[in-house]
């Protein structure tokens, strides 16, 4: 039987026998149903994250110490539902506790429940969670990255619905361009911008090929050839991203993951590896997935010292002129509400962290740290540091508190015009007062 508020079944609808299985080990879980796990992701449309291939190599890389628990679901010899967590010792809100958490991280992009749709998935889903709840030796269960109205969210209102405690939180509101089809029946990928960015598209293609000495080529690789990875790399570890230490170079692990990932996806033909160059030059690159409904850019990088000339943004505009040639209507920026993002679309699909606690003492305590202790703290200390932040910065000077003074120039008449209350408007460069020269105490400031 259906659970309440998650698409009940009707008297007519005819639901097949399912077997759900649980099965905790190793790698050799994933190959032993890798066929049919891969027939049910194509059935179904998903996300190449959601594929074995995907799944086995982040187990590999990122989780060798922990087990795999694998949930399934069949109706006769069709898998209809498959979960992938890893069990493994953690800590939430300082609480020592056993996660179960999807077999996931930054670098898989998405996290979701692969099944069916329909009356069958809905059945599928609600045996999976049955499996979860009597499943003993577990604290928290942790589903990353997981899109909005998805298989993962309905488990989470299943939970709430048995009683268990949740919490979810948003993790990234993705961009995604959605592409609309023109007069003509073809499909345009600028319809959402402005007429000044696409001017300035145009003005930094000149200006790209008069610095680069070249006209701009865009190159789609379809196999990892290792000396264009290699070139893909270093350029992204030579920008901002190296700096910051978050580029695939800088963590072996990161590395051997996508160097898998481009060989596994070769190998069932959704891996593209684009580059834009001119003179030989690699000037922007993008390492991208991706199915007949949709692109996945997962990791776009760009040489700095072109970067006058746009270079990532007209990388993005060829590999969406690509997209749109070849019938794909949508383009999945991924990751959070970033500038260049939302230059071509304003759309976004809502990603979540969410935490489903079992009915023990140990997940009950870190339930109500988190809720009652650690947020309220957490928002607290926020509220005061934005208070801090718009206060003036005070010192105490020949017995009195001063607002410390900095250097401006001239004023402007519209700045004396508009000068804050409390503010002394200046009509000559020098030091600028915040008027609280004759305390003799701190200012009271709302």
Known sequence: MAAPGINCFTKESVVPQLTPGLQVGGEELILSIADRWRKLCEETGSAPFQRPEWVQAYLRIFEPDNRLVLLTVYSGQELVAVLPLVRKPGSYACIPVVKLAGAANVHSVRFEIVRKQGVIGEAALASMWQLLRYMPGWDVLELPLFPQ????????????????????????????????????????????????????????????????GDKLKLICHTEPHAETLRKFYEMEEAGWKGKKGTAINCDQATRSFYDSIAREATSFGYFRLHSLEANGRMAAGAFSVLTDECFFPMKITYDESLGHGGPGQLLL?????????????????????????????????????????????????????????????????????????NAPSMSWKNG????????????????RKNALPGTKPLSKAGPVSLGCEKEKAPCKRA
């Open 317 to 389: 505009n060829g590999i969406m002129q690509e997209c749109a040639k070849n019938g794909i209507p949508e383009l999945f920026f991924g990751g959070g509400k970033d500038h260049y993002k939302t230059l071509w679309t304003s759309k976004t699909l809502p990603h979540f962290n969410g935490f489903v606690f079992n009915k023990n003492l140990r997940a009950r305590l870190a339930f109500r740290l988190r809720t009652q202790f650690v947020s309220p703290m957490g928002r607290y200390w926020r509220r005061m540091c934005s208070t801090m932040a």
């Open 149 to 212: 109205h998805g298989a993962c969210q309905q488990l989470m209102a299943l939970a709430s619905l048995d009683g268990f405690n949740t919490i979810t939180f948003l993790a990234q509101d993705s961009p995604t361009l959605q592409m609309e089809r023109d007069a003509d029946g073809v499909f345009t990928w600028l319809s959402a911008t402005s007429r000044h960015f696409r001017h300035e598209l145009r003005r930094k293609e000149r200006l790209l090929e008069q610095q680069a």
């Open 400 to 415: 009195k508190w001063k607002a410390r003074e900095f250097w401006r120039s001239p004023a402007s008449a519209k700045e």
